[in-house]
């Protein structure tokens, strides 16, 4: 698993690490009945099972229907002996939250120069990586999903052969606009939203825009509002108005090896780009 990633430094070292540990745990997943209950989202999915060309760092599930009464603890001590089984030392807990939320997460926590040193050819000390540093892998499960997504089922043949149920390409799409309009970045924009955006256009993907009013819906940013092709373009020209795209570049450049595509950004570009290449499905 690690040969195809052909590492020359140590982030590229660390990133390959984590995403192995991230196909090792939706293994573990899928052989304690995980995918029969969720569906497989998020940046990771598409970068795994789509393609996607820069690395991302979390899991993310939803629920395929709403369950209140869902316990993620259930799949955590499987994966964990997944993780086990390949000889990762790895620790997977349940965040405690202090208020009710449909959000359930759970965190994979171990020693990176550890395991590095298990499953690359580096010998310690490991320049540029602290040894006390800790690999951590978040994982999100939404309890209570917004309708109208389509899923479908992709396979991965390494370390073994195993199936992952996961939204189609359209749905990702709506749920990566969703979070383009609607996240809370504050002071720290995520321009890795920016960069899949372009993604999804330039692979013609067209976007489940049923799906997508399903989640501003849910989340109190269309009411009582069909939401039509043109609607969407003049909500996202607003979003793009507002936005520190240097602050954007500076948060994705770590997640890219080609930081040339970053140049163009800026708001006129992802109107102009939006107007050419978005199409919707129903």
Known sequence: MLEKYACK???EHRNALKEIVQE???LGLYRCGFFNKAAFYGGTALRIFYGLDRFSEDLDFSLVEADPNFRLKDFLKPLED???SFGFEMQVEEKRKSTRSAIKSAFIKGDTQLHLLRIAAIKPPVSGLNPDEKLRVKIEI????PGKANFEIKYQLLPVPFSVR????PSLFAGKVHALLCRSWQNRV???DFYD???YLSRSIPLNIQHLQARLDQTGHLPKKKLEPEMLIEMLDERFDTIDFAKAKEDV??????????ELWSADFFSQITRQYLRCSE
């Open 142 to 145: 939404d309890t209570d999903p």
């Open 253 to 262: 450049k770590a997640f890219v090896s080609n930081q040339e595509t970053l």
């Open 82 to 84: 997944e993780l086990s």
């Open 197 to 199: 955006y372009a993604w």
């Open 166 to 169: 996961l939204f189609d390409a």
């Open 9 to 11: 430094t140590i982030e």
């Open 24 to 26: 090792i745990s939706l």
């Open 190 to 192: 995520k321009g890795r």
